[in-house]
Nanobody, 126 residues
Framework: QVQLVESGGGSVQSGGSLRISCTIS????????MGWFRQVPGKEREGVAS???????MYADSAKGRFTISQHNAGKTLYLEMNNLKPDDTAMYYC????????????????????WGQGTQVTVSS
C-alpha cells in the first residue's frame, strides 16, 4: 500500500520562500517518478515539478528558476523548495507518485500518476 502525506504549507508574503515536504510510505522500487502538482478551485490540477529515481527533473515554465524539487532517502521523502513566491502560486499542493511505467523524463501530467497525497495549502499574499 502506498501512502503520501504532505506537510509544510502555510502563508507567506510575496517574494518569500517556503519548503513543502511529502513523506511516502511504500515498498522499494527500482524505478519511480514523483511530482508536485497544484490546484486552485475551478481549475485543473497542474504539474509543477517532477523527479525520477535517476534524479532527472522536469519543471513547469512557471516554476523554472524559482522552485527546486529534490528527494531524500531513496525517494521516500520529496521536497519542493519555493523561492520568490508570487500570489499566483497560491494553491493546494499535492505530491504524487507512480511506479508502473518508465519514462525518458518524469512526466508533469496528472494523468500519469497513480498515487496522491491529501494536499497542503500554500497561500501567498501581496
Amino acid at each position: 500500500q502506498v501512502q503520501l502525506v504532505e506537510s509544510g504549507g502555510g502563508s507567506v508574503q510575496s517574494g518569500g520562500s517556503l519548503r513543502i515536504s511529502c513523506t511516502i510510505s511504500r515498498n522499494t522500487y527500482s524505478y519511480y517518478c514523483m511530482g508536485w502538482f497544484r490546484q486552485v478551485p475551478g481549475k485543473e490540477r497542474e504539474g509543477v515539478a517532477s523527479i525520477d529515481s535517476a534524479g532527472n527533473t522536469m519543471y513547469a515554465d512557471s516554476a523554472k528558476g524559482r522552485f527546486t524539487i529534490s528527494q531524500h532517502n531513496a525517494g521516500k521523502t520529496l521536497y519542493l523548495e519555493m523561492n520568490n513566491l508570487k500570489p499566483d502560486d497560491t494553491a493546494m499542493y499535492y505530491c504524487a507518485a507512480q511506479f508502473r511505467y518508465r519514462y525518458e523524463r518524469p512526466p508533469l501530467s496528472r494523468h500519469d500518476y497513480h498515487y496522491w497525497g491529501q494536499g497542503t495549502q500554500v497561500t501567498v499574499s501581496s
